[in-house]
């Protein structure tokens, strides 16, 4: 698979969640940086302390930075680790999403509120109650209802969670139901969870529930929601095999049924995206280490466009369709 530009090279970037504001594309990524610690499978080495905003006009065009909208300073229950955000908007307000380690070194999601789609933004003086784990997404449906998701498996904690309470010997399961991601209800002012979180179930073609011991297909991290056709896609990524997948239902909550994969494993550990639309296009939004020359915890935000077919399926729009040998024509016998 060809490897497609950085759309930003000044700083390293990852985990880019894009939106649609104001007829313009934003993107918030997190923001890696420089570090003498080791990797590690609890991800240590990924020690971001702040976020930047990036726009654009087009795809392709120019991308304006409109620098650091928040730091780890600026939030008093935060002890270290700004990792994956996402934004939403809603009532004339912008949200941004951000998971960090509290002061006991426990994964949380946070929120900021700004005025702007590019910040800043003012971190509200706790963490979202009844909020743990990593990799916020928010998705707000066609009737105003908004939705967090999270969760992410390894350093981000969520198999601490697996008994209802915090247990930091909690260990993923290699057998019986895998995992899922979290979500839950927004309240009207976005700043909380109006509802007990709920796991996002993933179903085999079979009606099923995906496998621990199936690593090619289970969530690992990454949920995003997005909806095509009236249908709900949750895409995720499977973490330590390194693919993102996709699954679709009817509502925002689920259970989904798995759909495929949209990409395969990039340079670098990490697998995270967005999709969005964007001027009757839909792109994927990602991250690879190619511009640090295959450095784990220094990445960079690339944009491949993606279409879907008669039935709902996703592909890359440079990729060729794959074909089904079983609903091709017979062959015709010459002679």
């Not at 309240?187 to 099923?208: F, N, P, R, W, Y």
Request: net charge negative.
């Amino acid at each position: 698979m060809a490897d497609k530009q950085p759309i930003v090279s000044h700083i390293y970037t990852a985990d880019p969640s894009a939106h649609v504001f104001n007829g313009k594309l934003y993107i918030y990524p997190s923001h890696d940086r420089e570090t003498d610690i080791k990797d590690n499978d609890l991800g240590d080495q990924y020690d971001m302390n702040d976020y930047h905003v990036f726009s654009m006009e087009e795809v392709g065009g120019p991308v304006t930075d409109h620098g650091v909208v928040l730091k780890q300073d600026d939030v008093p229950w935060v002890s270290k680790q700004l990792w994956a955000p996402d934004a939403a908007t809603k009532n004339g307000k912008y949200y941004l999403y951000f998971p960090a380690r509290d002061k006991d070194g426990i994964f949380r999601v946070g929120v900021a509120v700004g005025d702007k789609p590019e910040g800043p933004f003012k971190p509200e003086p706790d963490y979202i109650k009844g909020s743990f784990s990593i990799d916020p997404a928010t998705f707000v449906d066609d009737d105003g209802e908004a939705y967090l998701y999270f969760g992410g498996l390894w350093g981000g904690q969520l198999q601490c969670w697996s008994k209802g309470e915090f247990d930091r010997d909690g260990a993923e399961p290699d057998k019986g139901d895998a995992l899922y991601a979290k979500v839950g209800k927004l309240t009207d002012d976005m700043t909380q969870l109006a509802s007990e979180v709920k796991d996002v179930v993933i179903l085999d073609e079979a009606g099923k529930p995906i496998q621990a011991a199936d690593h090619d297909r289970r969530f690992f991290e990454a949920a995003w929601v997005h909806k095509y056709n009236g249908t709900y896609y949750f895409s995720y990524s499977t973490g330590d095999t390194h693919y993102l997948c996709y699954a679709t239902g009817d509502n925002p909550y689920g259970p989904f049924t798995y759909g495929g994969r949209i990409f395969e494993p990039v340079i670098g550990w990490t697998t995270h995206h967005s999709i969005a639309e964007f001027k009757g296009k839909w792109y994927l939004f990602y991250h690879d280490s190619t511009l640090s020359g295959g450095r784990n915890h220094l990445r960079c935000v690339k944009i491949r466009e993606i279409v879907y077919d008669s039935a709902g399926k996703i592909r890359l729009a440079d990729e060729q369709p794959v074909v089904d040998e079983d609903q091709l024509p017979p062959a015709k016998l010459e002679g």
